[in-house]
């Protein structure tokens, strides 16, 4: 049900009905740019939320509610209704997960994030297990993820061989991170809904991108609530 929604000049993505999931896209203004108790209230004023908390994300594994309660934090659970969080991207992929008893999740997974098994963590505890769906928004494609040799060595720390996820162009490696997690969360049985024309990178009118901009760059920001 993928449309553009617009208010006062603030752009979204509306992806989904229940759970809610908007994308913040790049518009006359940008509700990335709003301080807390700004999208708290941006949120409140034309969602009818009661809450909206999102966090300083690290690229590590800690979860918001999943035994810990600090804000540096790359995902959170919560079953709490009227309750939106927000999860922020610029390359990295935003995913969000749920169930029919209205229970909700989000993971931002870039790469490191990934090695390290924040997906495993939330998909293997008792939450996580009841975890039907996931949403993939925003994120940088395989043309456009180059990367080292140390990227993939990290994975194999972590007895994880992505080989099959990278190609090699012009002596250049790029690595599929998006199949690599459409792939491992699908093991799980999960039912995965993605964003058409998904790219951060290639999309420039919609989308931030790190790598496309670097420090100029903004947050795409993956909201959801029940």
């Known amino acids: ?6 208010f006062d000049g603030y752009k979204f993505l509306q992806i989904n009905k229940e759970p809610k999931i908007f ?18 209230n941006f949120l409140k004023d034309n969602f009818q939320v009661s809450s909206y908390r999102d966090f300083n994300q690290t690229h590590g594994i800690n979860i918001y509610n999943f035994n810990y309660q600090g804000l540096e934090a790359d995902g959170f659970i919560t079953s709490e209704k009227n309750t939106a969080y927000g999860i922020k991207t610029a390359d990295c992929l935003p995913i969000i997960f749920w ?17 390290y098994g924040i997906i495993d963590k939330l998909l293997m505890s008792q939450h996580g297990m009841k975890m ?5 928004g925003p994120s940088i494609s395989k043309d456009f993820f180059e990367v080292k040799e140390d990227l993939i060595e990290v ?14 162009i012009d002596e250049k490696k790029y690595f599929d991170l998006r199949a690599f997690c459409r792939e491992h969360i699908s093991s799980y ?3 995965i809904i993605e964003l058409k024309d998904h790219c951060s990178y290639q999309n420039k009118d ?10 100029k760059s903004l947050r795409n920001i993956c909201l959801t609530w029940f």
Do not use: P
């Open 1 to 6: 049900m993928m449309k553009e929604v617009n």
């Open 23 to 40: 994308v913040s896209i790049k518009g006359e203004n940008n509700f990335c740019s709003l301080d807390s108790l700004g999208k708290a």
């Open 99 to 115: 169930n029919d008893s209205n229970e909700l999740s989000g993971l931002h997974c870039g790469w490191r994030g990934v090695a």
């Open 132 to 136: 039907q769906y996931a949403f993939f």
């Open 155 to 168: 994975f194999l720390e972590n007895s994880l061989n992505i080989m099959s996820f990278i190609r090699t």
């Open 189 to 191: 049985g999960l039912e």
């Open 206 to 215: 919609l989308f931030f991108s790190w790598r496309r901009d670097k420090e």
